[in-house]
């Protein structure tokens, strides 16, 4: 699978990939909010001049009556605050509502993650409200609050 946003590239991971990720999650920044993965098949590299900078995953709730799709991200730091996460975010949004037939989809950031909440917010994702002690911190034990945000297909910028 490839999706070309404005900047990035999204493409199926390959077992290539992990050396590159495992590292860029274990980036202080990122470490923070993600734990290692077990695989990380079930995501897509985010590419930037052929260089693997990210991962981002999406999940989909196939019941009918609450069909959505769910996104998260991870980028290296020293990619932060280029605009490459709401590209990346924007692309597969795209993806998931003109292709996978979604009218809504969710994002749901560490409450105290600001860096990406305000990423998500220019992609079009709204806070719907906290969820309280929504996230157990794997590098403390401690729960701790989520946002969760959501975007309408009509939304999409």
Do not use: C
């Not at 949004?93 to 009218?103: D, P, S, T, V």
């Not at 994702?125 to 729960?143: C, E, K, L, Q, S």
């Amino acid at each position: 699978m490839e999706l070309r946003g404005e900047r990035v590239l999204l493409r199926s991971t390959v077992p290539a990939d992990t050396p590159v990720l495992d590292a860029i999650v274990r980036e202080p920044e990122v470490a923070r909010w993600w734990p290692p993965p077990e695989a990380y098949a079930a995501m897509l590299a985010v590419v930037v001049d052929g260089e693997v900078i990210g991962a981002i995953q999406f999940s989909e709730e196939s019941d009918p009556e609450f069909r959505h799709a769910s996104i998260d991200l991870f980028l290296s730091a020293r990619w932060h605050g280029q605009g490459l996460g709401p590209d990346a975010v924007r692309t597969l949004a795209r993806w998931l509502i003109a292709e996978r037939g979604h009218h809504r989809l969710v994002i749901d950031p560490a409450a105290a993650n600001t860096h990406a909440i305000r990423s998500y917010r220019k992609v079009g994702f709204a806070p719907v409200g906290i969820m309280r002690a929504y996230w157990r911190n794997h590098r403390t034990g401690a729960w701790e609050d989520g946002l969760l945000m959501d975007l309408l297909a009509a939304e999409l910028t």
